[in-house]
């Protein structure tokens, strides 16, 4: 029997936003099974078990509650106390599936009142979850005809399904691949059930202070405040047993005392307080709390104690929690208007959602959108992250109408992995915006191989959001900067930018800005530049930077600009003015705003910016255009702009797995390795490495171990090429750095006098590896080293002794697309002598991406894996492929059914 899977208890959302806990089924699980069985109705139970039946017998029960974890397994599901689902398969006996593996049958029984809320298609997810792990690939199920509900789960769940009637009988038959339609339908209830559960805490109908103050400058006292003079369109509850009123409304003892229902509650006392006000919220039916109160994780090990207590009685009540230690949320919403947060600044209602983990920094930011007329549709300050999440907000914003543009200000991820699934979903659509502190050289980790000293913290969080198109930002400035492009403008169609000023200096700093930012300023062709130049004085210059000269005012602007909108030759426009009277810049931000109206078709196909050195004039709230003080911040806003819509513009890419591995081959190197490891893993050896890579269809170099000079001399005629000889010794990781490595060698006295040399630099040495020297080709690195956070950080880059010295590498986070195996390569600088470079050979880009997907699968396939180094791949000629020819990989033990860093199964909270 295996052991209990604990990794897989977890609270589940359902489609209406309720929380519920799922577990694997244990033993000791009897009565809680026939008191469920006791609730079923007739009908439900008939369909189960085809026969009626009001309980089970004791055989029954004992045979249904132990399960072995393996060939027979069920999770069940509870509500509170109560027991209301149960799903399970069976593996039978001697049936094999399609693709060789095994196959199970499931079977699932849902409590009446609980059915239609999407419990079973969970179940079934999580079913097809564990049973992958167990080598499964294949599942049945026997269904009444009349069995409408279970037959439609069957169809909802992306799942190929084959069917056959009989008799009033269904035998339906599925492959549970992870498929992208199954894949879709799991994203999809997984936003639904999140949009459901946040609605209360975002949309609330009512809502209940509790710790409201008639003190002005206490933060209870505040949030009551803003509440109710921002407007909020429903009913505020104080609770406060000190105060019969709080800003002229009654206030209650409790919030169990308040008569009407309460959808969200603010939670404003000391810490010590909060477990029993949250206990009295989930007895009230309280949908949404808000924990502003501080004291908590952040101050040690008590506090994450009774932070660990708050979320067991959130999700026993089913509550969604937000903070604690947070400073609030607002809605600008017209249908609501919440400013539920105690800082004194209220944004002007917009299309950008905000959330940021510091509360000091929340402040900060609504002050400053505030100031720059950034319009707010949702802000929420995260806190701790006890419950909800950035995760979550991804969900409820990638279908919000109101929000365009989501911002973020990250301190650490929760489920990173889930992340970037989100982030790259919802980027094809929305940009995000990120600043993620923690850029410092403290984070990186030690590690004995080289793609482990290589990757850093840093370049895992700059991995991620590169391949999920989030848009990285270092400090609130660019942050800004950066939103107001997005938020009021259209992204540009690609680098091509004109710059139109008043004054040489600052054209030539927005060019020289512009550039260093990998923008384009094209040459006008003469045709434009006769159509600017006949609106300007002789001595202007209509060259791109356009210098209409200090003396050009609003109607040199509106006629320049009309001009360039109507162009094709540029896909943005600078528009750059510097005060020459006291009248400062509000002539023409005026002109340049009615030329935008005047022409709105051509206006709409460029991305406009503005550098007002005088600054932006007063009264320009709905100023159409982002205005920036100076053409750097401006230059670096539209690069950013034009980066990620290239990302957008991109194709998704394909996951395509290999037909021709051999899993079984390299979980039983994996598995007889890890038979004499540690707990920190075992280098693999040499033989033991190409059996490995040889199951995943990775093109090593021929080569064997000889243990004397006469071994090696025997090899290297057997091999009948030029050979390399490479020590063999625990105590050697780099053969390269030690002198452990002879290269080109022919000849059995040369190959003799090799193998002397190698093995002598090592008291250890058990011999050298003899293979096959490749002469030719380009040297390049392929790597892997798994992130605690993050998962598997793959890493491509020039390769040989240069990787650590040159540093030319780029990350991507595991799974690769084609495209982003593609993307990686291109990414480097040394991708140049790939193509050709001097007349040099080109390298075969298309076996490196082939080589990095393989390199992919096995990783995905074998979470053993700890570090791996392919370091030198050679990349020969075009249509030659490439060759391995050196490689090291580690693996170690794995506890638990899935690796923390890579867990993400859609619908469950973290």
């Known amino acids: 029997m295996a052991e209990y899977p604990s990794d897989f208890e977890f609270d589940l959302l359902l489609r209406d936003g309720e929380v519920v806990q799922m577990r694997p089924i244990k033993p000791e699980d009897l ?40 060939d027979r397994m069920a999770f069940i599901v509870l509500d509170g106390d109560d027991m209301v689902a149960v799903g399970r398969y069976d593996v039978l006996p001697g049936q094999t599936a399609r693709d060789g593996g095994r196959v199970a049958e499931v079977a699932f029984l849902v409590q009446d009142d609980r059915q239609g809320r999407g419990i079973g298609s969970r179940l079934l997810q999580h079913l097809t979850v564990y049973a992958r792990l167990k080598g499964i690939s294949e599942f049945e199920a026997t269904v009444l005809a009349e069995n409408h509900g279970m037959l439609r789960m069957f169809r909802g769940s992306g799942y190929t399904l084959h069917r056959q009637l009989d008799g009033g009988v269904y035998s339906v038959e599925f492959p549970i691949e992870y498929s992208l339609e199954a894949r879709e339908a799991e994203w999809e209830h997984e936003k639904r059930a999140t949009t459901a559960s946040l609605m209360p805490i975002l949309y609330p109908a009512s809502i209940a202070v509790v710790g409201a103050s008639r003190d002005a400058d206490s933060i209870g006292g505040r949030l009551m405040e803003n509440l109710l003079m921002r407007g909020f369109t429903g009913p505020v509850y104080p609770v406060n047993p000190s105060a019969e009123f709080v800003h002229s409304v009654r206030a209650y003892d409790s919030v169990l005392d308040i008569p009407d229902s309460v959808d969200l509650a603010f939670i404003v006392v000391p810490a010590r307080f909060v477990p029993e006000v949250l206990e009295q919220c989930g007895e009230k039916g309280v949908r ?44 600008t919403d017209s249908k609501i208007v919440m400013d539920g947060q105690f800082g004194p600044f209220f944004p002007p209602a917009g299309n950008v959602a905000m959330a940021s983990q510091s509360g000091a920094l929340g402040l900060a930011i609504l002050q400053q959108a505030d100031e720059l007329n950034i319009g707010i549709s949702t802000f929420v300050s995260l806190g701790n992250r006890l419950d909800v999440s950035s995760n979550d907000l991804l969900l409820y914003w990638e279908d919000d109408p109101a929000t365009d543009v989501i911002l973020l200000y990250m301190e650490s991820f929760g489920n990173s992995r889930r992340f970037g699934r989100l982030a790259k979903r919802i980027s094809r659509s929305k940009p995000i915006v990120a600043v993620k502190s923690g850029r410092s050289s403290a984070g990186a980790r030690a590690a004995s191989s080289h793609t482990g000293a290589l990757a850093s913290l840093d370049h895992a969080v700059d991995a991620l959001f590169l391949e999920s198109g989030v848009i990285r930002t270092d400090t609130l400035d660019e942050l800004f900067a950066v939103t107001s492009l997005l938020a009021q403008q259209p992204l540009p169609n690609g680098r091509r930018v004109a710059v139109l000023s ?31 130049r006949q609106h300007l004085l002789p001595e202007a210059s209509a060259a791109n930077p356009i210098d209409m000269v200090a003396s050009a005012g609003p109607p040199q602007y509106s006629a320049c600009l009309e001009s360039l909108l109507g162009s094709d030759e540029v896909d943005a426009v600078v528009v750059i003015h510097i005060p020459t009277d006291r009248g400062g810049s509000t002539a023409v931000a005026a002109a340049v705003e009615s030329t935008i109206t005047a022409n709105p078709e051509p206006a709409a196909d460029k991305t406009l910016l503005a550098v007002y050195m005088g600054g932006l004039p007063d009264g320009a709230d709905d100023y159409p255009v982002p205005v920036y003080n100076y053409p750097e911040a401006a230059a670096k806003a539209l690069a950013e702009a034009a980066t990620y819509a290239e990302w957008r513009n991109k194709p998704e890419g394909e996951y395509e797995r290999p037909r021709d591995v051999d899993r079984v081959a390299a979980e039983k190197v994996i598995r007889n390795a890890l038979g004499h490891a540690t707990q920190d893993g075992v280098w693999l050896a040499d033989h033991e490495v190409q059996e490995l890579l040889g199951s995943y269809g990775i093109p090593i170099v021929r080569s064997r171990v000889a243990e004397t000079a006469d071994e090696a001399v025997k090899i290297a005629a057997e091999l009948g090429t030029p050979v390399a000889l490479k020590v063999v010794a625990p105590s050697v990781l780099h053969k390269s750095d030690v002198g452990g490595v002879a290269l080109n060698v022919m000849g059995d006295g040369a190959v003799r006098e090799a193998f002397d040399r190698v093995t002598a630099i090592a008291d250890d040495a058990e011999g050298a590896v003899v293979q096959e020297f490749v002469r030719s080709g380009h040297e390049v690195i392929v790597g892997m080293t798994e992130d605690p956070l993050f998962g598997p950080l793959v890493v491509f880059g020039l390769g040989g002794i240069f990787v650590e010295l040159m540093q030319d590498v780029a990350f991507r986070i595991n799974p690769l697309s084609d495209t982003e195996a593609r993307d990686m390569i291109a990414e480097v600088r040394a991708a140049k002598l790939l193509e050709g470079y001097r007349g040099e050979p080109a390298g075969d880009v298309d076996a490196l991406v082939e080589l990095l997907q393989r390199v992919s699968a096995l990783i995905d396939d074998n979470p053993e894996i700890a570090e791996m180094d392919l370091n030198p791949v050679k990349a020969l000629e075009p249509g030659d492929g490439v060759r391995v020819v050196d490689a090291r990989i580690r693996v170690r033990p794995v506890v638990g059914a899935v690796l923390p860093s890579r867990k993400d199964v859609p619908g469950r909270l973290a």
């Not at 069985?37 to 132990?66: C, D, M």
């Not at 923008?519 to 600017?532: C, H, K, T, W």
């Open 31 to 70: 009565e809680l099974e026939q008191d469920f069985i006791t609730r079923v109705g007739p009908q439900s139970l008939y369909y189960r078990f085809f026969k009626a039946k009001r309980e089970l017998s004791p055989e029954e029960l004992r045979y249904f509650t132990n399960v072995d974890y393996d």
């Open 288 to 331: 949404g709390v808000v924990v502003i109160s501080a004291g908590f994780g952040e101050t040690g090990e008590d506090g994450e104690q009774v932070e660990r207590r708050l979320r067991a009685i959130a999700r026993k009540n089913g509550m969604r929690l937000v903070g604690p230690n947070c400073m609030g949320v607002l809605n």
């Open 502 to 532: 008043n004054a040489g200096g600052p054209a030539i700093l927005a060019a020289d800005a512009l550039e260093a930012q990998g923008l384009v300023l094209p040459n006008l062709s003469d045709e434009l530049q006769g159509d600017i």
